[in-house]
C-alpha cells in the first residue's frame, strides 16, 4: 500500500526523485562542458590556435563559462536535496557530504573565473596594445591551464563527497547496501584520478578511461534507484 500523500516516506520520496532527476541533469552538463565545448576550444599545445578559436566564437566560448556556472548551481541542488533526504540517518556524515560538495563547486568557480580572463586578454581595449599578440595567445593559454590545474583539484572534492554519501546509502538501508559500496569505491577512483593528473598528468586520460566503470558504476546505480525504486524508502526515515 502506498503511503498516504502527506506522509513522511511520500515526502523523503519525493525528495529523492527530485535528487534522481538533478543528478542525471549534472551527468548532461558536466560532459557538455569538460569535453565537448572545451574541446572546441582548447589546442593542446597551441596558444595561437587556442586564441583564434576563442575569438572567432566568443558567444559560444561565453556559453560555455554560463554552462561552467550552471553545473555548479545544480551542483548545490544536488547535494541540498541528499542533504534532506538523508539527515535523519547521520547529520555528521550529511553534514561533512554538504561541505565537501561546498568546496567542490567554490573551487570550480575559481576554474571558471580563470576562463574569463581569455576573453578579457583577446578584448579590442586600447590599454592591451602594451602586450604584442603572442604574449597576449601566450597568456591565454597560461589562464586556461591554471582554469585546468583547478579542474585537477577539484576531482579530489568529486571524489571525497562520494565517501559520506555511500556510508549514509550503507547506514539508511533505504536503498541496496551495494550502491552505497560503490559510490565509495567510486569516490576512491576519482581521488586516484586526481592524484595521477597531478603528478603525471599524462597518463591522465588513460586512467579516466580506466576509472570509468568504478565511478560509473555507483551514480548511474543510485541515480536509477532515486528515480525509480524510491518506494523502498521506509515510512520511519
Same mark, same amino acid.
Given at each position: 500500500m502506498n503511503p498516504p500523500t502527506n506522509s513522511p516516506a511520500r515526502s523523503l520520496q519525493r525528495t529523492a526523485r527530485q535528487a534522481g532527476f538533478v543528478y542525471l541533469l549534472i551527468l548532461f552538463l558536466a560532459p557538455l562542458s569538460e /569535453?565537448?565545448?572545451?574541446a572546441r576550444f582548447v589546442v593542446a599545445g597551441d596558444a595561437a590556435a587556442t586564441a583564434a578559436r576563442?575569438?572567432? *566564437?566568443p558567444v559560444l566560448y561565453r556559453l560555455w563559462l554560463l554552462t561552467d556556472l550552471v553545473s555548479g548551481g545544480v551542483f548545490l541542488g544536488l547535494v541540498l536535496l541528499l542533504y534532506a533526504l538523508f539527515r535523519n540517518v547521520d547529520r555528521r556524515q550529511a553534514r561533512l557530504?554538504? @561541505?565537501l560538495v561546498f568546496t567542490a563547486v567554490g573551487i570550480s568557480m575559481i576554474s571558471t573565473v580563470c576562463r574569463t580572463a581569455? %576573453?578579457?586578454? %583577446? @578584448?579590442? *581595449?586600447?590599454?592591451? =596594445? =602594451? /602586450?604584442a599578440p603572442p604574449q597576449r595567445e601566450a597568456l591565454v593559454m597560461v589562464f586556461i591551464r591554471l582554469a585546468g590545474s583547478a579542474t585537477v583539484l577539484a576531482t579530489f572534492f568529486w571524489g571525497f563527497w562520494l565517501v559520506p554519501f555511500g556510508r549514509l546509502v550503507l547506514v539508511s538501508r533505504f536503498y541496496p547496501r551495494f550502491l552505497g559500496v560503490l559510490l565509495i569505491i567510486g569516490g576512491v577512483t576519482y581521488v586516484a584520478l586526481g592524484c595521477v593528473n597531478l603528478v603525471l598528468p599524462a597518463y591522465g586520460p588513460f586512467f579516466f578511461k580506466f576509472g570509468m566503470p568504478f565511478y560509473a558504476a555507483g551514480e548511474l546505480g543510485i541515480i536509477f534507484w532515486l528515480l525509480f525504486a524510491t518506494a523502498r524508502v521506509p515510512d520511519t526515515a
Open positions: /569535453f565537448l565545448l572545451k576563442i575569438t572567432a *566564437e557530504m554538504l @561541505g581569455p %576573453l578579457l586578454l %583577446l @578584448g579590442p *581595449e586600447d590599454y592591451l =596594445a =602594451a /602586450f
